[in-house]
């Protein structure tokens, strides 16, 4: 997977800058005058809304005096969510420039420049020195990085020790086909689609111990639906920024995505674990 092929994914996707801004605009809202709230629910670009960006602040023990990253950020949603909910500081790091620099617009229009930062990077080599964070955090990035055991040890190494990593990625299912996977690689830029067994022993490999994870399946199957059903209402903005083709080639991508939910041959998974310190024993707890 090159890095090209996830920013070209990211550069063409119907939730954008520009798909926020005239939602705001149809609102009636001033640009002058937002505040975080009235994004909350149009830039959690993954899966479950805020409640899952909550629930990975939980099991990362996000709080005030937390310094997070938000790896592979996207259009910061989560990370001005955690700045505004919490009070802490939050770096976010993407790869694709573009949606950094969204980010930052963003977070500038509601007033949160001073605790949220973006800066683009790669997740297998971070911009940032070691011991930099209290906390990690991440969702649904990781099926798009061909080096997850380096991406892994580049979260430990950012972190303090005893610092929490949680995240929520894609997970496949036995029944996931070579086929299968090609086409997730041609048409969603995945790198590779790990499984639970997988990532518990890669978190385990770079220094994480007290590993959990949380089969999330049932859930995301029906928030996928929902997303499908979304998209189909975002055609003519879609249709507009990007053309008929792009609507039409994006459709059966994500047709064919939530066709391989529905048959249970990928699946979501939510782990947390945290960084050892030298005392620390590992261990580890897999739940389904």
Known sequence: MEPRQVVDFYDRHPIN?????DALARRGKDLSALTPEDLFDLDQDHYGGLQAVDALARLGGVG??????????????????????????????????????SAARLTRLVGLSGRVSFVGGDAVRLPFKAGSFTACLSQEAFLHVPDKAGALAECA?????????????????????????RRLSEWMATAGVENF????????????????????SDWWRRILRE?????????????????????????????FFVGLVEASKLGGGRFSATL????????????Y
Not at 17 to 21: R, V
Not at 75 to 99: E, K, M, N, W, Y
Not at 227 to 243: D, H, N, P, S
Not at 276 to 287: E, N, V
Request: net charge positive.
């Open 17 to 21: 800058e520009g798909q926020i801004l």
């Open 157 to 181: 190494r950012v972190l303090i020790p005893g610092g929490r990593l949680a995240f929520t990625d894609w997970v496949a299912g036995p029944k996931l086909s070579p086929g299968e996977r």
């Open 197 to 216: 067994d997988g990532y518990r022993r890669l978190l385990s490999r770079v220094g994480f111990g007290a590993i959990e994870a949380e089969d999330l």
């Open 276 to 287: 050892a310190c030298p005392q620390m024993a590992s261990t580890s707890k897999l739940h």
């Open 227 to 255: 997303r499908l059903q979304m998209y189909r209402r975002l055609e003519a903005e879609t249709v507009a920024r990007f053309g008929q083709a792009r609507y039409e080639e994006y459709d059966q991508l994500y047709a």
């Open 64 to 101: 005030q005096n937390s310094r997070v990253l938000d790896l592979c950020c996207g259009l910061g949603g989560p990370a001005r969510f955690l700045a505004s909910r919490f009070g802490c500081r939050v770096a976010g790091v993407d790869l694709t420039h573009s949606r950094c620099a």
